[in-house]
């Protein structure tokens, strides 16, 4: 059972050119509904319907969470992916009905830090936003240290900047670069909480500064934004179903057994929150682990994928589904 | 729809009882001859018109009682209603979640109107007409959660979601089958647990935690959960064991029938909006060994678990004082004749 | 002092380690009794500097100096010995509400002592799973009475009479953290008429 086996249909009610890279692509219920409450960090799951294939790509949701008539997401172009982004960005047009699944967080605040301090890496932006509407109306001391490449590329800076005042504190790379994580991880009060989401090199940046410095892994959240990679098709027996699946080389594993019909569970479709976690029957060839989820060991035994965001290659890949 | 509810006591006389037509109702939690535990969860869906699953929040004839019981067990122990402070979202997706279902499923008995934050409530059968702003709890008579605690059938517990855990950080706990909200609080899901025996090394927790922190809004699940108790007193907790702990006592096999109780409860589980937090609703429905046998496939199937029940699951769930006296007493009821899958009496 | 002879038991009975250096801003460590002995051993495999970091808090047995001396020696940025774990508790909370994150609380001495400083870290937005504990010292319990709410602090036999309401009570291995405190129950519910002989148990 997952989020995006129940979908919610939309009709897109605007696409905004945020900049050179970037659209925001806002939702409304094909019949004026009510829109399902969120917490701030959730995503949706977009169905994208191109041609023969069926992508589902989540997306954080940069609206109020307090906003029921509409969603809005920002989606980076990146040519170089499967086509999800391209997609959106050539394809999706006001008017447009597409389907979304309810929100699903697996970047929430802790509702016990005494301050939230948030570091976000260009898209990366985005939960934050929906994160601050939030924490704002809660009255709960935040902070936000923005970093982007250019101002030109720094989608909202501006708005941010004019909604949150010194709450916000914006990095252009070309303009001196990012925040010192040392200073900046050095001088929290006890309680406070550091979220980050951007590119993986910031994220790590951030993990091991503050663990370096001495807080607490509870204290420390994370959210990669992680598209399945496009790889060679390959095919794979599911053992329990007793079905042979083709992969396509834009299509996810993930996806490839939803379109079988075969029962399989997911949440983030990210190779981050373990749910879709599946045994190997079979593995006569190599597994490319694209996940944050398994071991080195479990890695290495090939006993285990997180269909999500891995790929075989190979002779024989046999899955306990 | 019209219900006829029940003026009746879980304490001191005990004049509660179920009318006929809420026996065939029961949630009897036996789908088989024998027990042991399991993940056994099930989707929440509408089910079987009439039964406790059709509804997302089964309102019954003893609903009015069961809230008067309630209000007495809250006002000699204010402690079995507890939020740790940032809970306050959550309490107020409850709110919403048990107003917005139960004026949806039962309009003849609740309504809700909504105007922008302002929200007015009716709750007929308890005589409450309240206006209200959605999310000022200066607007309420008390904590949101008490609020809606005292108008819904059931404790309710309310878990955190994070570090990969559930957190019991709130509760409105006045019927509970012998734990203790005051000591349980801040707790997560493997310490409460914890005194559960066998449970732990079968997985059922990991299994179950793992789905839990998976559910999505929209798609709540529920299980059945079991235990017996001597006479139908619903305030059976650790805090009042010695009020209730003599009644194992009483029980003799002229009794059985009247006395002992088969006590059961429909948890069901919810994701919750805007704290992401997971609603935990644990609800009591208590039905007399005498009541219970009077649907034969019942009576058959009960003699067969309760002979068959492992000594760990005797000994935990409290039965080991009277367990062989019902045992005897319910062979009479088992002609050793088949019984079908299912819960539901032929 | 013996080292920790704690069973294993039931999962939300706490389970203690060794006290280790981890990687910090600073480290505040409170101890008491025989636990001075755990702070003593981190500061001399410490490395240069580390001292310089270090706040000791210490509830001393009564009489025995010595290992206040000793501690006092390690040459900690700050040293305090108070007089009872209340005392320790209520200093710990002014200390932490001045820190930073990038402390470290590392809990030397009696499940009395360690439990409520945990529950103190947790007040202060210190994580209970960044908290070091290791048991020295006496296995005597605080009790949670479930009937009437009373604390009982120290508590070495099983069951325990409960000093406000009475009631004998079952000394349960189930734990909160919250209340740094086991579960009592009443014992002999069912029947009270029912003798329960009471054992010296926790030492």
């Known amino acids: 059972m997952s989020a995006s086996d129940h979908l919610i249909p939309v009709v897109v009610s605007r696409v905004v050119e945020v900049n050179s890279i970037i659209k925001r692509f806002e939702f409304k219920h094909i019949h004026g509904n009510e829109l399902p409450a969120f917490s701030g960090g959730a995503h949706i799951v977009v169905e994208m319907l191109d041609g023969p294939t069926k992508r589902k790509n989540a997306y954080s949701l940069m609206s109020s969470p307090f906003d029921r008539d509409q969603y809005a997401i920002s989606v980076r172009r990146d040519d170089n992916g499967r086509g999800g982004s391209k997609f959106m960005h050539e394809k999706v047009e006001p008017g447009m009905r597409m389907n979304i699944s309810a929100p699903v967080n697996l970047f929430a605040l802790d509702l016990r830090a005494r301050k939230h301090l948030m570091i976000a890496g260009g898209i990366g932006i985005t939960p934050f936003i929906a994160q601050m509407t939030q924490a704002s109306s809660l009255g709960v001391p935040f902070e936000l240290h923005y970093a982007a490449r250019s101002a030109s590329q720094a989608a909202y800076m501006d708005s941010l900047q004019d909604r949150f005042g010194d709450h916000v504190r914006c990095y252009c790379d070309d303009a001196g670069g990012g925040p010192d994580l040392t200073a900046l991880l050095s001088d929290q009060p006890l309680g406070t909480h550091v979220y980050v989401c951007g590119p993986k090199g910031m994220i790590e940046a951030v993990v091991q500064t503050a663990t370096d410095l001495g807080w607490p892994a509870a204290h420390i959240h994370f959210e990669h934004f992680l598209s399945p990679p496009v790889g060679k098709a390959f095919s794979v027996h599911l053992a329990k179903a007793g079905i042979d699946i083709t992969v396509g080389p834009e299509q996810s594993l993930l996806e490839a057994i939803e379109a079988s019909g075969t029962p399989v569970k997911c949440l983030c479709r990210g190779g981050a929150c373990g749910q879709c976690e599946t045994k190997v029957v079979t593995c006569d060839g190599d597994i490319a682990h694209n996940d944050h989820w398994l071991d080195d060991d479990q890695r290495a035994s090939k006993q285990f994928i997180m269909p999500c965001v891995s790929r075989f290659s190979g002779k024989r890949l046999e899955l306990d589904l | 729809m019209t219900i006829h509810f029940r003026n009746e006591t879980f304490r001191n006389d005990f004049t509660y009882a179920n009318s006929p037509g809420n026996i065939p109702r029961f949630p009897f939690p036996f789908p088989e001859d024998e027990y042991m535990y399991s993940t056994n969860v099930e989707p929440h869906h509408a089910t079987r018109a009439g039964s406790p699953f059709e509804h997302a929040f089964d309102v019954d004839e003893h609903y009015v009682s069961e809230m008067k019981d309630r209000a007495l067990v809250l006002a000699d122990d204010p402690g079995r209603c507890q939020a740790l402070p940032h809970m306050e979202t959550a309490a107020w997706d409850f709110v919403e979640l048990v107003m917005v279902s139960k004026a949806r499923d039962y309009p003849d008995l609740f309504e809700l109107t909504i105007d922008g934050d302002r929200w007015h409530w009716i709750n007929k059968p308890l005589q409450i007409d309240d206006t209200f702003v959605f999310g000022d709890s200066s607007t309420l008579p008390c904590h949101p959660m008490e609020y809606i605690g005292r108008q819904v059938q059931g404790d309710h517990a309310i878990l955190d979601q994070r570090d990969g855990n559930l957190w019991m950080d709130a509760g409105i706990i006045t019927a509970q089958a012998d734990w203790s909200l005051d000591f349980d609080i801040g707790m997560n899901f493997f310490e409460w647990h914890a005194p559960v025996p066998l449970a732990h090394e079968l997985g059922v927790f990991q299994r179950a935690l793992k789905f839990l922190l998976s559910l999505p809004q929209g798609q709540p699940s529920r299980r059945l959960n079991w235990t017996l108790t001597v006479n139908p007193r619903l305030d059976t907790s650790p805090e009042n064991y010695p009020k209730w702990g003599p009644d194992k006592l009483t029980v003799n096999p002229g009794n059985i029938g009247e006395k002992v109780h088969l006590r059961v409860e429909l948890q069901t589980f919810w994701r919750l909006p805007r704290s992401n937090a997971i609603l935990f609703p644990i609800r009591t429905y208590l039905m007399a060994m005498n009541e219970v046998v009077t649907q034969p496939k019942w009576g058959r199937r009960l003699h067969r678990v309760m002979r068959d029940l492992r000594p760990e699951l005797v000994e935990y769930k409290g039965l080991s004082r009277y367990h062989p006296m019902l045992v005897d007493w319910l062979a009479q009821f088992d002609d050793g004749a088949p019984t079908s899958p299912g819960i539901f009496p032929d | ?203």
Not at chain 3, 67 to 73: D, K, M, N, P, V
Not at chain 3, 76 to 88: C, L, M, N, S
Not at chain 3, 90 to 103: C, I, P, Q, T, V
Not at chain 3, 106 to 125: H, N, P, S, W
Request: proline content about 4%.
């Open chain 3, 1 to 203: 002092m013996s080292e920790s002879l704690i069973e294993e038991s039931i999962l939300s009975r706490p389970k203690y380690g060794q006290l280790a250096i981890a990687p910090g801003l600073a480290h505040y460590f409170v101890a008491d009794a025989s636990g001075a002995e755990c702070v003593i051993r981190v500061a001399q495999t410490a490395p240069k500097g580390f001292m310089e970091k270090v706040h000791i808090l210490y509830v001393p047995t009564p009489g025995e100096n010595a290992l206040i001396t000793a501690l006092y020696a390690l040459g900690a940025k700050r040293f305090e010995h108070v007089p009872t774990i209340d005392a320790a508790i209520a200093r710990l909370g002014d200390w932490l509400s001045e820190s930073k994150m990038g402390s470290q609380l590392y809990l030397a001495g009696t499940e009395g002592l360690i439990g409520r400083a945990v529950a103190k870290g947790e007040e202060c937005g210190l994580d209970h799973t960044a908290v070091q504990c290791e048991h020295r010292g006496s296995l005597a319990r605080r009790v949670q009475c479930v009937h009437c709410k009373t604390m009982i602090e120290k508590v070495t036999t099983q069951p325990v009479k409960c000093p406000s309401c009475d009631l004998l009570l079952l000394v349960r291995d189930h734990y909160s953290r919250r209340l740094a405190a086991f579960q009592g129950v009443c014992i002999n519910a069912e029947d009270p008429t029912e003798e329960v002989e009471i054992r010296e148990v926790f030492k």
